[in-house]
């Protein structure tokens, strides 16, 4: 859910402002890649094969999906992955099966404590297995990810990064939306996730990269 929602019409400035403010190429590179998409979800038959290419990134990563009409109460309940959702949560689920160590992929939410969709938020809670600094720098990275893997399917990906709030700060004099942004790029070159600044890989590339921390 965006906290401080951009008018339409002022999208473009703020685009505009939040680029100027990156001096790193390669969180430069990560930008344009992102920015040159949708900032609107995609609908009917576009979001269903959205999700189909989504699904098979994620078993390509590895995961285990949950057959069709499978209820259950996490987007992860630590063997299996819930299909039944939209491509843009099943690639932050994705990101965070990759980032994960194997300790974490067995548990519920990745022992990160109830997501936004958890209905047993009690049991995702007692599984949780990080503090609250290491929760959101864990959650910072798998959303950047997602966003990256949207961009490189040619999905929606500026649709989440507004949806996930990568933005907010912005208006302030010493906005800290670009720094942040430049940090976890960063942190997924380092861990080997991503390829930049010369390239976005593409998909088959990005589950190659993932393979280093495995």
Do not use: K
């Amino acid at each position: 859910m965006i906290l401080t929602p951009i008018p339409l019409d002022r999208l473009a400035g703020a685009l505009d402002r939040f680029a100027a403010q990156l001096d790193d190429r390669a969180a430069r590179a990560a930008f344009a890649r992102i920015r040159a998409t949708a900032a609107a979800r995609a609908e009917g038959a576009a979001a269903e094969a959205h999700r189909d290419e989504a699904l098979a990134l994620a078993r390509r990563c590895g995961m285990r999906v949950h057959p069709a009409g499978t209820r259950s109460a996490f987007n992860w309940d630590g063997a299996a992955l819930d299909g039944d959702t939209d491509a843009y949560v099943i690639l932050h689920e994705a990101a965070h099966f990759v980032l994960a160590p194997p300790e974490r992929r067995i548990l519920v939410d990745f022992g990160l404590g109830a997501g936004p969709d958890t209905t047993d938020r009690a049991a995702a809670d007692r599984a949780a297995q990080l503090p609250i600094l290491e929760r959101e720098a864990d959650e910072a990275a798998a959303s950047l990810l997602g966003i990256l893997w949207e961009a490189s399917l040619g999905h929606p990906a500026l649709a989440s990064f507004l949806d996930q709030n990568w933005l907010e700060g912005l208006e302030r004099s010493a906005s800290p939306a670009a720094a942040h942004f430049t940090a976890v790029v960063h942190r997924l070159r380092l861990l080997g996730v991503v390829d930049l600044p010369s390239a976005l890989p593409e998909a088959g590339e990005f589950q190659r990269s993932a393979r280093a921390i495995r």
